[in-house]
Structure formats: structure tokens, C-alpha cells
């Protein structure tokens, strides 16, 4: 299977699916609960990898690396939007790739978000605010969400256009699944120990991106 993030979702043939049921509930088996709303996998330590800088995953973690190792990390400013837009995924919820992904050998290749305009200074800082923001207060990044939804008449929000889960990333969801369940929440993922903490609910759609790199865990490191 080789379907990365950025397309839309597709039917997929039941070896497809039965790998996905296999990968989320061995990743289930491994995760403990460390307070009421954040739950943190007891994933292996990651094998550190070199990213090449030749492809695009490994250009854009440098950059953003490079752009914000001498900028205070903000939150966003309560007149800034929360969701990003563009003609790939609509509006959505962005954070970086640098700090959430683990990029496979597919994304590194096919990524569409570490090119054009999400790879623009700019769209970077939003980025890391939007990740600051869901940090500091989900449940508060989730309403602000809920909010814009309204005020742009939506019909969905995809979350992670680009970048992936981490631990106030899921509790943000499944704050914004339970009090707003008018509100369909496309969620893309490429990581099973955090697919697994989205809690269900009928407005909460998980697209699993998984080639058969998924598995793999690493860290990015640069030679
Ligand atoms: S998981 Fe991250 S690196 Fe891979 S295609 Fe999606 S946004 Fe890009």
C-alpha cells in the first residue's frame, strides 16, 4: 500500500485494512495514562537516521530547524485564524513536520507539504504557534477551532493538513469530537500509537496513511 497523507481518502483492499486493525491495536497494547486527558505511548526509543538533504522531508526539517532555533516559540495572537488553507486539503489544522512526523521513505519523496507555500517562512512560524497554542490548552485550542468553523460557514476540518498526532494534538480532538459532534473532523495520521488514543465518535474520521515504511520508528538527525 502506498498512500501517502496529503490525498484523499479511497476504499481500501481488506489486506490494506487488516494491516492498519493489526498496527493500531499492537500499538494500543503499549500506551499508560499519565493524567485525566493525555495519554503518552511506551513507544521503543527511536533509531536516530540520517535525513537526506537531497529529498524534500529532509530540506524542510532543516529549515524549519535553522528558521526557529533563534525565535521565541509564541502562541498565536487572539486576532490570528487557528486553520491554514490551501487547494490540497481545504482549511485544516497545521503543525510543523520538524517536531511531529516520522517521515517514511514515501513521504520523503511525495510529501507535499515540504514544498510551496506550507514551506514558506512564514507558514512555519504559524506552524510552530499552532502547535504551541494546542500545547498550552487543548481543550481552549479546540473551542477556538469550533469557532472558526462558524465564522467560514465549513463543512469539515481536516486536521494535520500536514505534520502529525502528539499527545495535546489527540486530547484537542477528542475534546473538539465530543462538544462540537456537527463538526466532521478529518484526522491524518501516519502514527499508530497516537490513532489509537482518538477516542470514537461519529463526527471523528481517521485516514491511516501506511506503506510499508510506517512501521519503522526513527528520529530525524542530519550527517
Ligand atoms: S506524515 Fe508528515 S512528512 Fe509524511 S507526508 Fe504527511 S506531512 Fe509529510
Redesign the pocket.
Known sequence: MDN???QFPRKWQESDAAAVEAAVAAAKKGVSKVSSKIILPNSSPRKATKLPESVR?GKIVRKTRELLASEKTELLGSYENVLSFNKVTGHSVNVP?AET?K??AV?MK??Y??VGAPSWSNSLRHQRKVMATMKADPAAFAERVALEYDSLSLSFIRWNG???LFAENVAAINHLGKIRPDIPIWV?T?LPEWASQIEQAPNVFIHF?LDKYSLIAVAISFA
Request: hydrophobic fraction near 25%; proline fraction near 16%; glycine fraction near 10%.
Open positions: 501517502p497523507c496529503p522531508v513536520i512526523c517521515p517514511t513521504c511525495t510529501c507539504f515540504a500536514g505534520g502529525d491524518v501516519r496513511s
